[in-house]
């Protein structure tokens, strides 16, 4: 079965209960990380012990995201599963309330919570195939690189000026994230950033914000790891999508099928975002979760689409205002 129209969240079979009005899940991405995250999750909820006390990932996640002060949590060797683990606890204690999303959609390696959350994956897989991503990646970051957040260009000037800048350096130098349209993030080769940085200076770009990555993610640097992460999701079984996802690279909803291709695709593609927050205000979504433990995502939400309501579950409390309600 296609999702490709935004009609189709109105139909069968995607009638399940949710939250009032029609509310998607989304879910945060590498830089959303915070020293501590989950553990008040972990004393609140035995239910979610399980999930941070697995070692799926191949790393103990509870030691690394409880600690006050670990720059491991930052390396993305690390943060993705620790991400993963994070949204896995949540989407627990949301079903166990019978709590369920019209649609998710998730930002980067949210994309693979946005899975989960669509019971594509369960909690233990989730875990496994983030850390191996995590891994592939994070070997792929060995070359200098660099990735900026451009502020105050529209996309059209943003792409054009990168492209020339591409084409004169003859270096690897891209849009890699379309946050909002307020914001696009470019990365690759280091010198030929910082070219297009004073580049988009000059056109009239407001900021250029150099970002804290371990890597140039969503660039032709990491195709090799393209090719990896292919070879490891043919080992892994991913069950018919039971709420629409929106995928990162197309902005679009998608056939079961065509998941493990998209998640390959992604991993060195721009993840569209924007585009995708758009979609969902278009298919009838009113209201959105928030799910990861700081709010950069309901920024860039509330930036691209103003009339989506937004709820934050970064702690326990949060989640508690949530279920009993």
């Known amino acids: 079965m296609s999702y490709e129209t935004p009609q189709t969240l109105l139909k069968e079979p995607f009638q399940q209960p949710a939250p009032a009005g029609k509310t ?14 989950g553990r008040d999750l972990y004393e609140s909820y035995p ?38 683990g994070f949204a896995a606890a949540v989407c627990r204690l949301l ?47 060995s070359m200098p690189s660099r990735m900026t957040a451009i502020f105050g260009l529209d996309e059209a000037t943003v792409e054009s000026v990168v492209s020339q800048v591409a084409a004169k350096t003859q270096a690897v130098v891209a849009c ?20 297009a940085e004073l580049a988009l200076k000059e056109k009239g770009a407001k900021r250029c914000v150099p970002l804290k990555t371990s890597g140039p993610f969503h660039t032709a640097f990491m195709k090799e790891a ?64 928030e799910i990861g433990p700081s709010t950069v995502v309901a920024g860039l939400i509330k930036k691209t689409a103003p009339s989506l309501a937004v709820t934050s579950l970064r702690t326990a409390d949060d989640i508690r205002k949530v279920v009993d309600a």
């Not at 069950?239 to 060195?268: C, G, M």
């Open 95 to 141: 079903f166990d309330a019978g709590l369920h999303p019209k649609a998710t959609l998730g930002l980067s390696l949210g994309e693979y919570c946005a899975l989960h959350a669509a019971e594509v994956f369960d909690a233990q897989t989730l875990l496994s195939v983030l850390g191996f991503r995590g891994a592939i990646m994070a070997n792929a970051s």
């Open 226 to 289: 393209g090719e990896q992460l292919r070879e490891h999701l043919g080992s892994v079984a991913f069950r018919p999508q039971k709420t629409p996802v929106v995928f990162n690279a197309t902005a679009a909803f998608a056939a079961d099928s065509e998941i493990p291709e998209l998640l390959v695709k992604q991993i060195s593609s721009p993840v569209r975002f924007a585009q995708s927050i758009r979609l969902l205000e278009e298919a009838g979504i009113t209201s959105i979760i």
């Open 47 to 84: 239910q979610v012990r399980e999930i941070f006390d697995s070692n799926a990932a191949g790393f103990d996640l509870k030691e690394i995201c409880f600690a006050a002060d670990d720059a491991r949590l930052h390396d993305t060797r690390y943060t993705q599963a620790c991400m993963a």
């Open 24 to 37: 998607a899940w989304v879910f945060a991405g590498q830089g959303s990380q915070v020293a501590g995250m």
């Open 176 to 195: 890699t994230n379309y946050n909002s349209p307020n914001q696009i993030v470019i990365g690759g080769d280091e010198a030929a950033v910082s070219a």
